[in-house]
DNA sequence: GCCCCACGTTGCACATGACGCAACGGGGCG
DNA sequence: CGCCCCGTTGCGTCATGTGCAACGTGGGGC
């Protein structure tokens, strides 16, 4: 799609780090740039915003107040900060609930949920990392991380290398431009992550102990569509010294179970 | 906040539902509510929704297209209508991960104390028991006793009743282990606990008075998340002399209404 | 304790950018 | 084959979003 807009009579003095994402109506591009900065930052107020945004700090103020009132944004009591808001969450509530994965998924997620007792995620690709879809919190997880929504860096995750490993070449090449280390268990090395990838796709599973985060844990499984391709990937994780290896052996065959019977549930096998 | 904005020459044909929340900036306002429309209609054209907003087709489209390129809102393939993107599930991400059941509860507690005059409490499932997450004691509630921390019996108190009443069958057969008395009131059959918890789902609380503890009387109601679950309880709390039934019936609106704004914060989409 | 700065907030006037209009292309159905 | 309805796009106009300046306030430093 062709961008038909003129540029804009000023000369962006901002440093507002475009993303080049140039909008057809301005001050909704504006608006929805605020709450990408309100996601990144936590929490900003109107002058930081304006600042950042390199608009008047009226004009960013009139952006903030709209979303308010929309329920997107809310500002923290006392101070005047802006952070985002509820209204969010019944959005995103009402997208998942569209998409038929998650839908399908969610009463497998947490069955699974309750027979393994750890906590349950289903993560897709998205734009080079791992989307976070859903996520079950096990009866013994709590207060564990939401992960939901997070982008999540492929090779360092079970999910991820799911997802990684059903790839055509050619975007595999894409996707893996680096390959940074989290932890000291993180694989770095292309050729080691090719290996395991293969061995991912023969065995179909994967896991990841310590990779992105010393002391987590996690197995995961492919979900497939009507076509059969990987579109998503279902995964049980939990702190490690629970999710040793021997568990993971207990509870693999679950995860397994699910991952197929979501898959069959969304088309694949059938007929 | 007076409305700036002169009425359209139209006489707003549509059943656009105006919310009478005026925006500040028009058309961040409206592409806010075709973010609204689509999470209420799934899927929707862009002719549908400009009939909706009692805007042009074209002014709508842009919007859409904005949106669209944030990512918040995506078109079907094939078919030209437009649904909610995952772009929405990012933003969500970073609002529940300062989302906190227990600082959101926070303030709604202490209002319900108040308003009430006894102790609140906020309980959630974990490991096969109720987990008291916070308390507030109300004002003629002398030195009662602290049960943050505590794992109390789900089948003797009215929060555990709540949490067990939601639950999945699958893993209610397994906490439903053994049914202890407490006191002579102590439900213990499997069947009447079943049948009680049938009622509380029905109903939308329950009850629990000299089961746990004779002379202790409670109410409480589910809270929910984004997705519709009950993933934790909030009751009040009692000597039986004084929470009578009529006292009951009295604070029980009180209740409802604190755990349902609570779910509100949390995302929950009434209804 | 005082002052001063910096922040969020609001009225106003201008010109910019969002809007409605009308026309195009294409896909599905009769 | 032709109709109809959809999503999409160039254009001219004026409503509307914007920048400016001023206000109130609260907190931090001197």
Known sequence: ???????????????????????????????????EILARSGESGVTEIAADLGVH????????????????????????KYRLGVGLLRLAGATSARLDVVQEARPLCKQLAAGSGETVNLATLSGGSALYLDQV????????????????????TSNGKVLLAWLDESVLKEVLGRLPAYTDRTVTARA?????????QQQGWAAAVDELEVGLAAVA??????????????SISGPTFRLTVARQAEV???LLEAAEELSHRLGWGRR
Chains 1, 2 share one sequence.
């Not at 997880?141 to 939901?148: D, E, F, P, Q």
């Not at 080691?192 to 293969?198: F, G, H, M, V, Y």
């Not at 499984?221 to 279902?234: C, E, K, T």
């Open 1 to 35: 799609m062709p961008l038909r807009h003129t540029v804009y009579g000023r000369a962006m003095s901002n440093a507002a780090a475009e993303t080049g994402s140039g909008g057809s109506v301005q001050s909704v591009d504006r608006a929805l740039t605020v709450l």
């Open 57 to 80: 700090k009226s004009t960013a103020f009139r952006l903030v107040a709209t979303l308010e009132q929309h329920g997107l944004v809310e500002q923290v009591e006392g101070r005047g």
């Open 137 to 156: 919190a096990g009866p013994s997880a709590l207060g564990s991380h939401n992960w939901v929504g997070q982008h999540i860096p492929l090779h360092a």
């Open 192 to 200: 080691a992550l090719r290996k395991e990838l293969q061995q991912v």
């Open 221 to 234: 499984a492919p979900v497939r569509n009507a076509h059969g391709d990987v579109i998503a990937s279902m």
């Open 252 to 254: 693999l065959p679950l």
